[in-house]
């Protein structure tokens, strides 16, 4: 695709989004709450969200701006609520994710909930606000919502950043994921999202798309069941930072090989995309 092309459609893209969003915001959900029944207003306005995201990631794929590898679901993924811990390299991992895993909650930045439509989008799914910067909150109720969100049966995505990685490095784990998960009883399901080129980075502008197609490789590690052990939250996000950031070196190497660096290792071509026929993953909330 012309570069010409490439940067119009990537911003048509968000503005679909976020105009979107306003009208599901102030105008759908609303109507999609004519219910006495309080679930039913919540899975109708869940349902609304998920198929607003799918929308989204449908049209840049569509567009040829991105492609997405999901692997095939392993047989031993847990059913029911789970935590799915994930790094977060780009501006669209958490779409991507909610896009392909059915009945996800997860934690969003207050900034987010601020923002006209887009807040409303997010209230209406019922996903999590994060904490309040400056306050005297650090973090203790976001984990309460989400030990409750998973003992009611809801499995949850988390980035344990909580925002994104640096260019060049993960950042620091914080444990509210995997103290969740130990506290609710639920399995840590890792997952490390590779992109295979810079694009929607932290500090880079959104717009700015590189050559050729983004291509997103996302890898589900083994689960980490958590119910009647003794785990010690702060050691396990230690090691699993420590898994994370040294695949991330393996990823910056092999964007160095592919674009013919000095000194760089010989990089593996990416596994081919999964078949488009494949059903979506399970929704634990039903």
């Known amino acids: 695709?012309?570069?010409?092309?490439?940067?119009?459609?990537?911003?048509?893209?968000?503005?679909?989004?976020?105009?979107?969003?306003?009208?599901?915001?102030?105008?759908?959900?609303?109507?999609?709450?004519?219910?006495?029944?309080?679930?039913?207003?919540?899975?109708?306005?869940?349902?609304?969200?998920?198929?607003?995201?799918?929308?989204?990631?449908?049209?840049?794929?569509?567009?040829?701006?991105?492609?997405?590898?999901?692997?095939?679901?392993?047989?031993?993924?847990p059913r029911g609520a789970y935590v799915l811990v994930a790094n977060h390299p780009t501006l669209i991992d958490t779409t991507l994710v909610l896009a392909h895993f059915?009945?996800?909650?997860?934690?969003?930045?207050?900034?987010?909930?601020?923002?006209?439509?887009?807040?409303?989008?997010?209230?209406?799914?019922?996903?999590?606000?994060g904490p309040i910067k400056g306050s005297e909150d650090d973090g203790g109720r976001a984990l309460e919502e989400m030990v409750a969100t998973l003992r009611a049966g809801q499995a949850m995505i988390v980035f344990p950043e909580g925002t994104r990685s640096?260019?060049?490095?993960?950042?620091?784990?914080?444990?509210?994921?995997?103290?969740?998960?130990?506290?609710?009883?639920?399995?840590?399901?890792?997952?490390?999202i590779a992109p295979d080129r810079a694009m929607l980075l932290r500090g880079q502008p959104w717009y700015h798309f590189p050559d050729?197609?983004?291509?997103?490789?996302?890898?589900?590690?083994?689960?980490?069941?958590t119910a009647g052990k003794e785990l010690d939250a702060r050691e396990l996000n230690r090691e699993l930072h420590e898994r994370y950031r040294a695949r991330w070196e393996r990823v910056l190497a092999e964007r160095q090989a592919a674009a013919g660096l000095p000194g760089a290792p010989a990089s593996a071509p990416l596994p081919a995309a999964a078949s488009a026929d494949e059903p979506d993953l399970r929704d634990p909330a039903g």
């Open 1 to 77: 695709m012309p570069r010409a092309l490439r940067y119009p459609l990537a911003a048509s893209s968000f503005f679909v989004f976020f105009v979107g969003a306003a009208v599901i915001s102030w105008v759908v959900l609303p109507l999609l709450s004519l219910s006495f029944n309080a679930e039913t207003r919540r899975r109708r306005r869940a349902r609304m969200v998920r198929f607003s995201i799918r929308f989204f990631v449908g049209y840049m794929v569509f567009w040829r701006l991105i492609e997405v590898r999901w692997p095939a679901l392993p047989a031993d993924f």
């Open 102 to 129: 059915r009945g996800l909650s997860t934690v969003v930045s207050r900034k987010w909930f601020d923002r006209k439509g887009l807040g409303g989008l997010l209230r209406g799914a019922g996903f999590i606000p």
């Open 166 to 192: 640096d260019p060049d490095r993960l950042l620091r784990f914080r444990r509210g994921a995997i103290e969740a998960a130990i506290q609710a009883g639920v399995p840590v399901v890792p997952l490390f």
């Open 212 to 225: 050729g197609k983004g291509v997103y490789q996302m890898e589900l590690w083994p689960v980490i069941e």
